[in-house]
T-cell receptor
Framework: DAKTTQPPSMDCAEGRAANLPCNHS???????VYWYRQIHSQGPQYIIH???NNETNEMASLIITEDRKSSTLILPHATLRDTAVYYC?????????????FGSGTQLTVLP | DSGVTQTPKHLITATGQRVTLRCSPR?????VYWYQQSLDQGLQFLIQ???????AKGNILERFSAQQFPDLHSELNLSSLELGDSALYFC?????????????FGDGTRLSIL
């Protein structure tokens, strides 16, 4: 799986959009981009994933650049409950390896 | 609520002992994954089962073993426990084993070795 680079920490004001960047410059054509978050010591929570196109669901939007070398997770109206570690993961969709490889993630702190 | 159930939530035991962690996947999910999260290692993949068969292995110690039963629940067995095995153990499930299918995690079992 391609390696990802994320800033270690970010702050965001409550009610504002939180934009979390991820660099995956070595991504290959058969790899998805996944985002998970982990609040304190709870289980990681799936947020969104995409291959080439931008994606949106009830939680967030995922913007993937045209060259697929980077992506941004957007939480449109951050709340205090969005404070968590956010993980950007690339995952190959062929071969035997199906696990998620977690890096260090970005600690997002939503400030009141 | 992810729909993945892990029991027990907390487990305290002593070195040298053996424990069993249990995971019930989401309804309809055939794949189960086990992960370990310790303070110094982050989230590490241990093993995957798909419909009762082992599919992939990660950094799982020989003292650890797992299985998935016909009803699709899974158990992770940890034996000859050491202090370093203290960690959070998460189970995740997905519909199949494909990379386009998200894994959904349970709330974990916190294992403390005294």
């Amino acid at each position: 799986d391609a390696k990802t680079t994320q800033p270690p920490s970010m702050d965001c004001a409550e009610g504002r959009a939180a934009n979390l960047p991820c660099n995956h410059s070595t991504i290959s054509g058969n790899e998805y981009v996944y985002w998970y978050r982990q609040i304190h010591s709870q289980g990681p929570q799936y947020i969104i994933h995409g291959l080439k196109n931008n994606e949106t669901n009830e939680m967030a939007s995922l913007i993937i650049t045209e060259d697929r070398k980077s992506s941004t997770l957007i939480l449109p109206h951050a709340t205090l409950r969005d404070t968590a570690v956010y993980y950007c993961i690339v995952r190959e969709f062929s071969g035997s390896a199906r696990q998620l490889t977690f890096g260090s993630g970005t600690q997002l702190t939503v400030l009141p | 609520d992810s729909g993945v159930t892990q029991t027990p939530k907390h487990l305290i035991t002593a070195t040298g002992q053996r424990v069993t962690l249990r995971c019930s996947p989401r309804s309809g999910d055939l794949s189960v994954y086990w992960y370990q999260q310790s303070l110094d290692q982050g989230l590490q993949f241990l093993i995957q089962y798909y419909n009762g068969e082992e599919r992939a292995k990660g950094n799982i110690l020989e003292r650890f073993s797992a299985q998935q039963f016909p009803d699709l629940h899974s158990e992770l067995n940890l034996s000859s426990l050491e202090l370093g095995d203290s960690a959070l153990y998460f189970c995740a499930s997905s519909v199949g084993g494909g990379a386009g299918q998200p894994q959904h995690f349970g709330d974990g079992t916190r294992l403390s070795i005294l």
